[in-house]
């Protein structure tokens, strides 16, 4: 499309081009019903099959078995980390929280200051977070880690088992890139901004027996998620475009790509193209993550022998179309976050140019 740029951003980020294109012919008027989603009511009988086309969508391609409901709740996942241990964990419970990134980081330190009972069972924290460290595991019934490291590129690419553990997983920056067998999991939460559709959404699948216990009858009604099942994301007024956007592009994933099984094809094709890129510069352009078979297939960061080098690659990409390689504040250096919907043709263009700008610069 012309004035498109190559969107690198973490989040929000791109969204697949067809279903900009069909939220930009529906905008003023959905479907024929003579208004915007945006302007009708969300208890109103267009609304109800948008938001249960998406639920029955992410249902397919998740496989999401019946144990288990998909909510569409507000808050980030960073209200996630606290309203899901406070739904699952009785004050006798203990959780086991692996430390592996920033987002892990504050998932724990929520966890500690709401009075929960939660034990850092490892952390790469003192090493700059490059790597995924190995957990000495407690008794502990629950279990919180994070499938993807955004800020420091680092990722399971074999998704762990814990036997004997009810798993939590922050999957905000890789959710929907692979297939995941969801009956293993007590509860997975996603901010939908960076694979899933745009800011103001976040998906939650949550095993339906561990919701509506006991002690939950404390907790404010909407911090409830049986409050949620009963009403099928429909207590308060839902994030509805937010949601209507993730319903289309759930449909392009199972639709255009063909399924997570393709949709895993195509991520990995796009992250070998730059790692192949920073491998074979002869140490021109650096990889942070230690562990090679942790590399990340969504965040890839790399750096440049100085922080000019990096700050020049960055201006000069960016006026070639090319944006949002800057690395997160804290950290520095760049990153291209590669998500489901980034096309080939960006990842292609950055790897021309890193070929070029080390032809320039060495």
């Avoid at 998906?203 to 907790?219: A, M, R």
Wanted: hydrophobic letters at 40%; one cysteine or more; glycine letters at 8%.
């Amino acid at each position: 499309m012309s004035g498109r740029i190559y969107n690198f951003s973490a989040g929000p980020a791109v969204l697949p081009e067809s279903v900009l294109k069909e939220v930009q012919q529906d905008l003023m008027n959905w479907k024929g019903c003579g208004m915007s989603v945006m302007e009708m009511s969300h208890r109103g009988k267009e609304y109800d099959s948008i938001i249960k086309n998406a639920e029955a969508t992410l249902v397919r391609l998740l496989n999401v078995p019946d144990t288990h409901k998909v909510l569409f709740l507000q808050g980030g996942a960073t209200l996630q980390f606290a309203m899901s241990i406070m739904n699952l964990m009785t004050d006798e419970d203990e959780c086991d929280y692996i430390v592996a990134g920033n987002w892990g980081l504050k998932a724990y330190e929520e966890a500690v200051k709401i009075g929960k009972k939660a034990n850092l069972v490892c952390s790469s924290e003192a090493d700059g977070f490059t790597y995924i460290p190995e957990p000495k595991l407690t008794n502990a019934k629950f279990l919180h880690y994070t499938s993807n490291n955004t800020i420091f590129g680092t990722c399971y690419n074999e998704l762990p088992e814990f036997k004997n553990k009810i798993v939590i997983c922050d999957m905000s920056s890789d959710f929907l890139s692979r297939p995941v067998d969801v009956s293993k999991f007590g509860l997975i939460y996603a901010g939908a901004q960076k694979n899933a559709g745009p800011a103001g959404v976040t998906i939650v699948i949550v095993k339906k027996d561990l919701c509506g216990l006991p002690h939950t009858s404390k907790l404010p009604t909407i911090m409830k998620y049986s409050t949620h099942i009963k009403k099928d994301s429909m207590h308060n007024t839902p994030p509805a475009f937010a949601i209507y956007v993730c319903g289309l592009v759930f449909n392009w994933v199972e639709k255009e790509i063909g399924g997570l099984d393709k949709m895993y094809t195509f991520v990995k094709k796009k992250a070998k193209m730059i790692y192949d890129a920073i491998d074979n510069s002869d140490g021109f352009y650096k990889s942070p993550v230690t562990n090679v078979s942790q590399r990340s297939m969504m965040n890839i960061p790399f750096v440049l022998s100085s922080k000019e080098l990096d700050a020049k690659f960055i201006e000069e990409a960016a006026k070639k179309g090319m944006k949002s390689l800057k690395g997160y504040r804290s950290v520095g250096g760049i990153r291209a976050s590669v998500y489901n919907s980034h096309p080939v043709e960006g990842v292609k263009a950055l790897v021309d140019f890193m070929a070029e700008f080390k032809k320039n610069n060495s």
